[in-house]
């Protein structure tokens, strides 16, 4: 689940720096507003990307997801990203842990001693 959810979560990553530079065209937001907030919420993503497998993270995922939506208020597009990365995120952790019941099981099998 980590891998899937790291990669989405980078992504947003780059989506908010972008966001931001698209935000700092807005003439009613100051350039440190616009900043601040995304930097904050840039460095959330990278900060969760070693949290997701850690109680609370995923959790903290989902408050970013809806930021990002609800950033669509500012950047209009953001509401469309928003739900794309949300839908991206929910995947990840779905099949993700799909993933990691597989290799459980796969790793449970080979390593029962064979029988002689």
């Known amino acids: 689940m980590r891998t899937l959810c790291a990669s989405t979560l980078i992504g947003e990553f780059f989506l908010l720096g972008f966001a ?8 009613d937001l100051s350039m440190t507003t616009v900043w601040t ?5 840039m460095a959330l993503s990278l900060l969760l990307c070693g949290m997701v497998t850690r109680p609370g993270g ?3 995922g989902w408050a970013l997801q809806a930021g990002l939506v609800v950033s669509g208020f500012i950047v209009p ?5 928003g739900a794309c990365f949300a839908a991206l995120w929910a ?3 779905h099949y993700g842990r799909r993933i990691d019941d597989v290799k459980a099981r796969w790793a ?8 002689s």
């Open 20 to 27: 931001g530079l698209v935000a700092m065209k807005d003439p």
């Open 37 to 41: 907030v995304c930097g904050v919420a």
């Open 58 to 60: 995923v959790q903290l």
């Open 77 to 81: 597009l953001m509401f469309f990203l």
């Open 91 to 93: 995947a990840s952790i």
């Open 108 to 115: 449970a099998q080979n390593t029962r001693p064979e029988p």
